[in-house]
């Protein structure tokens, strides 16, 4: 009777165990669902590489590329300051920060990760946007630098912290042996141990890289909202993440328009799917380079 | 001095700056939201309801629906991310399993927010007929809170000794009484870190609930699981892109944030606080 009991309940965990991939699945179901009908009127080559996205005019028009290029545009950006303030730091708590600065420093980290997303986009609405605008005499301050600048700094944490696991990676007899030879610290870390680290370290860059091109509120927010192709950061944007939460409201439910919104999410989910399937395969790779595999 | 130590004095100098850098974002932000917040908040801001057309009056429906919305979600996404914790520590199932569901589970967390939303809008406002609704947010808010549950829950499982489980077997405890009575309490306070670390998260998401339950102004406080809701992070959105007294709602805004600051940072302390108390207990 008990063995039965004992039984029924490993296979309750096993059915609740599988609650996040039923999910992930419903997520792609739903996404697949409501962004097919769109092909039916707009074909994949248009949708994609069409210059001009104005879903409400009549006839209206689906192209997305103004949406993908600001994405890019905005994430690229970001990426000029997470990948070597983020790097740079984990470098830093690695190497450098001793176990009392570390207590202090560390917590600073994940806390700047947990700053909500719509924090960031006040801020950067009504603090940094003005600022640039008068610095740089901008005819308008909500532009693809600002965005990317703040999108930059929401992604530092993330990149900072997977970078640090992947430096405590890195047994320690590298290190000793490096200082065998002569090596003095500075050379010990670019020679030996940032090369050692190297894949992991792309894993923690692919992820921030997948946090900024996923942010929504604070794009909406700081971006400017101009579906054009942008020519200069400093133009407007509306990249694709902003484009679905600003306009879901607005479109009739069923409408080409709501399938076209669906189609963008589909888009951006199949994009930040692949960074993390790389970042997954990446970092396998990298434990089993340094016998950590599990 | 040599040349290479000079090298390694500006590297290291370098070093110092991106992790000063940190500090000081964290700080900027800190600093400007609350020289300006600061103003606004007061006990009236905290306790009434908006006024004349969002210029005036307080913020409590939205402090009140945010209570709701993040106690859903946690009441929904808990026993799961629990329940899957257990079943891949504790069942240790195969090895192509606990690789399926762990890159599922590390798939979810990338997911982007606003596509969490649409989610939702889908499956629970519209297929399961919640409407927009406390229900709805709470459950797709849940959902992303899910695998931050999960890995917070499977650090403090894989922390209990396994000393103690064979103890506990020996003693001729089944596996479940063993996961039940030894296990769990053991890693009690490393799952109440996950929860607290997801209420952190929750409390603060905006893009989830704007399809799914959000309102930008609804009389009165809601009197049931099926109401439209305001919430603090949409209210800061609203604030600053709707109606049309910008000065004064600016003004509402910045005691909003940093209201949902104080709130999303002293939450993530507390957990980070509980969390190194307990890698200490176990490091002793």
Same mark, same amino acid.
Not at chain 1, 200 to 219: N, P, Y
Not at chain 2, 52 to 73: E, H, Q, R
Not at chain 2, 173 to 197: M, N, Y
């Given at each position: 009777m008990n063995k039965k009991k004992e039984r029924l309940i490993k296979y309750l965990f096993t059915a609740l165990a599988f609650s996040s991939l039923v999910f992930l699945i419903g997520i792609v179901l739903v996404l697949f669902k409501e962004a097919l009908p769109i092909f039916g009127k707009v074909s994949l080559k248009a949708f994609l590489? =069409? *210059?001009?996205?104005? +879903?409400?005019? *009549? +006839?209206?028009e689906f192209g997305i590329l103004p949406l993908i290029l600001a994405s890019l545009w905005v994430t690229l950006g970001a990426l000029v300051i997470c990948v070597p303030v983020g790097v740079g730091s984990a470098l830093y708590l690695h190497e450098l920060a001793g176990p009392r600065q570390r207590a202090v420093l560390k917590p600073v980290i994940e806390i700047l990760a947990s700053v909500p997303s719509i924090v960031y986009g006040f801020f950067g609405m009504v603090i940094l946007s003005p600022f640039l605008q008068d610095t740089f005499e901008l +005819?308008?301050?909500?532009c693809a630098l600002t965005t990317s600048i703040i999108l930059g700094v929401m992604a530092t944490p993330t990149v900072a912290s997977i970078a640090e696991d992947a430096l405590s990676y890195v047994p320690r007899s590298f290190r000793e042996a490096s200082f065998a030879v002569g090596a003095d610290r500075w050379q010990t870390l670019t020679k030996v141990i940032i090369p050692a680290a190297g894949s992991g370290i792309s894993t923690a860059i692919i992820l921030g890289m997948s946090r900024a091109i996923g942010e929504t509120m604070t794009v909406l927010m700081v971006? =400017? =909202?101009?579906a054009v192709i942008p020519h200069s950061v400093f133009d407007p944007v509306r990249p694709m993440t902003a484009a679905i939460a600003a306009e879901m409201g607005e479109a009739p439910v069923g409408s080409d328009h709501y399938h076209a919104l669906f189609a963008i999410a589909l888009i951006l989910f199949l994009i930040t799917f692949a960074f993390n399937i790389a970042a997954e395969l990446i970092s396998r790779r990298f434990r089993l380079k340094l016998g950590l595999a599990r | 001095m040599k040349r290479r130590d000079i090298v390694q004095k500006l590297g290291f100098s370098a070093l110092f700056a991106c992790m000063a850098a940190n500090v000081l974002f964290l700080g900027g932000i800190i600093f400007f939201i609350a020289a300006r917040g600061l103003g606004s908040i007061n006990w009236a801001f905290l306790t009434q309801a908006p006024r004349d057309s969002m210029t005036a009056g307080g913020v409590a429906p939205a402090i009140v629906g945010t209570f709701y919305l993040t106690l859903g979600a946690i009441i929904f996404a808990l026993p799961l991310g629990v329940a899957c914790a257990i079943y891949l520590t504790?069942?240790? $199932?195969?090895g192509w399993i606990v690789n399926v569901l762990r890159i599922s589970i590390n798939n979810l967390a990338g997911v982007p927010s606003v596509v969490f939303g649409l989610f939702g809008l889908t499956v629970f406002v519209k297929y399961m007929g919640f409407g927009i609704s406390i229900v709805s947010g709470s459950l797709t808010l849940g959902i992303l809170a899910l695998p931050v549950i999960i890995s917070a829950s499977q650090e403090a499982l894989v922390a209990v000794p396994q000393s103690i489980r064979e103890a506990s077997l020996a003693l001729g405890a089944s596996q479940w009484e063993t996961i039940r009575k030894v296990v769990l309490p053991a890693a009690l306070p490393g799952i109440l870190t996950g929860v607290i670390l997801s209420v952190g998260r929750v409390a603060g998401e905006t893009a989830p609930i704007l399809f799914t339950a959000a309102a930008f102004y609804v009389r009165?406080? $809601?009197?049931? $699981?099926?109401s439209e809701v305001m919430a603090l992070p949409y209210h800061i959105y609203a604030l600053m892109t709707e109606g049309t007294h910008p000065e004064e709602q600016t003004a509402i805004a910045y005691g909003s944030s940093l209201l949902l600051l104080g709130l999303v940072l002293s939450v993530s302390m507390l957990a980070i606080y509980i969390r190194a108390r307990q890698r200490k207990t176990y490091n002793a």
């Amino acid at each position: 009777m008990n063995k039965k009991k004992e039984r029924l309940i490993k296979y309750l965990f096993t059915a609740l165990a599988f609650s996040s991939l039923v999910f992930l699945i419903g997520i792609v179901l739903v996404l697949f669902k409501e962004a097919l009908p769109i092909f039916g009127k707009v074909s994949l080559k248009a949708f994609l590489l =069409g *210059e001009s996205w104005y +879903p409400t005019a *009549e +006839p209206p028009e689906f192209g997305i590329l103004p949406l993908i290029l600001a994405s890019l545009w905005v994430t690229l950006g970001a990426l000029v300051i997470c990948v070597p303030v983020g790097v740079g730091s984990a470098l830093y708590l690695h190497e450098l920060a001793g176990p009392r600065q570390r207590a202090v420093l560390k917590p600073v980290i994940e806390i700047l990760a947990s700053v909500p997303s719509i924090v960031y986009g006040f801020f950067g609405m009504v603090i940094l946007s003005p600022f640039l605008q008068d610095t740089f005499e901008l +005819p308008i301050g909500l532009c693809a630098l600002t965005t990317s600048i703040i999108l930059g700094v929401m992604a530092t944490p993330t990149v900072a912290s997977i970078a640090e696991d992947a430096l405590s990676y890195v047994p320690r007899s590298f290190r000793e042996a490096s200082f065998a030879v002569g090596a003095d610290r500075w050379q010990t870390l670019t020679k030996v141990i940032i090369p050692a680290a190297g894949s992991g370290i792309s894993t923690a860059i692919i992820l921030g890289m997948s946090r900024a091109i996923g942010e929504t509120m604070t794009v909406l927010m700081v971006a =400017g =909202g101009a579906a054009v192709i942008p020519h200069s950061v400093f133009d407007p944007v509306r990249p694709m993440t902003a484009a679905i939460a600003a306009e879901m409201g607005e479109a009739p439910v069923g409408s080409d328009h709501y399938h076209a919104l669906f189609a963008i999410a589909l888009i951006l989910f199949l994009i930040t799917f692949a960074f993390n399937i790389a970042a997954e395969l990446i970092s396998r790779r990298f434990r089993l380079k340094l016998g950590l595999a599990r | 001095m040599k040349r290479r130590d000079i090298v390694q004095k500006l590297g290291f100098s370098a070093l110092f700056a991106c992790m000063a850098a940190n500090v000081l974002f964290l700080g900027g932000i800190i600093f400007f939201i609350a020289a300006r917040g600061l103003g606004s908040i007061n006990w009236a801001f905290l306790t009434q309801a908006p006024r004349d057309s969002m210029t005036a009056g307080g913020v409590a429906p939205a402090i009140v629906g945010t209570f709701y919305l993040t106690l859903g979600a946690i009441i929904f996404a808990l026993p799961l991310g629990v329940a899957c914790a257990i079943y891949l520590t504790e069942y240790s $199932p195969k090895g192509w399993i606990v690789n399926v569901l762990r890159i599922s589970i590390n798939n979810l967390a990338g997911v982007p927010s606003v596509v969490f939303g649409l989610f939702g809008l889908t499956v629970f406002v519209k297929y399961m007929g919640f409407g927009i609704s406390i229900v709805s947010g709470s459950l797709t808010l849940g959902i992303l809170a899910l695998p931050v549950i999960i890995s917070a829950s499977q650090e403090a499982l894989v922390a209990v000794p396994q000393s103690i489980r064979e103890a506990s077997l020996a003693l001729g405890a089944s596996q479940w009484e063993t996961i039940r009575k030894v296990v769990l309490p053991a890693a009690l306070p490393g799952i109440l870190t996950g929860v607290i670390l997801s209420v952190g998260r929750v409390a603060g998401e905006t893009a989830p609930i704007l399809f799914t339950a959000a309102a930008f102004y609804v009389r009165g406080y $809601p009197d049931s $699981p099926f109401s439209e809701v305001m919430a603090l992070p949409y209210h800061i959105y609203a604030l600053m892109t709707e109606g049309t007294h910008p000065e004064e709602q600016t003004a509402i805004a910045y005691g909003s944030s940093l209201l949902l600051l104080g709130l999303v940072l002293s939450v993530s302390m507390l957990a980070i606080y509980i969390r190194a108390r307990q890698r200490k207990t176990y490091n002793a």
